[in-house]
């Protein structure tokens, strides 16, 4: 199994990215989706996750940030909107088998991270 997160950059505040997770072997339709982020000298942290017809979000990210896969369920995103210097962060998509959760730790398969730069 492998995921592929893309689409960081650097954008102003106030701006918008859309990631992208692609994933081999795997497809989101049975695999929940998560994505996780870890700011420099702090600890990965839960952002948004959806499965089984459910999403979750961070506090941070609701109403700013809207997770999604397309159909066939073999790619995932999560646009983001509104961008916050404090958003800035290297970006993880990851998979597991099983149900919706929000711990980093349950997931089984990680990309390997796409950065996110905001600036002021």
């Known amino acids: 199994v492998q995921l592929q997160a893309s689409g960081g950059g650097l954008v102003q505040a106030g701006g918008s990215l859309r990631l992208s997770c692609t994933a081999s072997?795997?497809?989101?339709?049975?695999?929940?989706l998560g994505w996780f982020r870890q700011a420099p000298g702090k600890e990965r942290e839960f952002v948004a996750a959806?499965?089984?017809?459910?999403?979750a979000y961070a506090d941070s990210a609701k109403g700013r940030f809207t997770i999604s896969t397309d159909n066939a369920g073999n790619t995932g995103y999560l646009q983001m909107n509104s961008l916050k210097p404090e958003d800035t962060a290297v970006y993880y998509c990851?998979?597991?088998?099983?149900?919706?959760?929000?711990?980093?730790?349950?997931?089984?398969?990680w990309g390997q991270g796409t950065l996110v730069t905001v600036s002021s």
């Open positions: 072997r795997i497809t989101f339709r049975t695999y929940p």
């Open positions: 990851a998979a597991r088998l099983g149900r919706l959760t929000t711990e980093a730790r349950s997931y089984e398969f």
């Open positions: 959806m499965g089984g017809g459910n999403t």
